[in-house]
């Protein structure tokens, strides 16, 4: 069974640093596309970034520069290193694979003083 596990969330203040893990199992990261994805109320659900089989990435545009998405294929896990963060970045962070078909629980970063 495809299992998605998000862990490294936290609170941290505006500039700071955090790196986002997603465990995969069940399923080769390697293999599919995954991404991360970010929501807080009222805004709808963002694409923040994506890596596919090849290692190319994509981005979106309020966290190019900043956030940089990798993978380890020994460890089946996803990364999501996060730096100079905002208060705009505050959101839950879901992991999600295959297509957005398979998707972690997600863990919540909050950027605060």
């Known amino acids: 069974q495809v299992q998605l596990v998000e862990s490294g969330g936290g609170l941290v203040q505006p500039g700071g640093s955090l790196r986002l893990s997603c465990a995969v199992s069940g399923i080769s990261s390697s293999i599919y596309t995954m991404d991360w994805y970010r929501q807080a109320p009222p805004k709808q659900r963002e694409l923040v970034a994506s890596i596919n089989r090849s290692g190319w990435t994509n981005y979106a545009s309020s966290v190019k520069g900043r956030f940089t998405i990798s993978r380890d294929s020994a460890k089946n896990t996803v990364y999501l290193q996060m730096n100079n963060l905002k208060p705009e970045d505050t959101a839950v962070y879901y992991c999600?694979?295959?297509?957005?078909?398979?998707w972690g629980q997600g863990t919540q970063v909050t950027v605060s003083s």
């Open positions: 999600s694979a295959a297509g957005q078909a398979y």
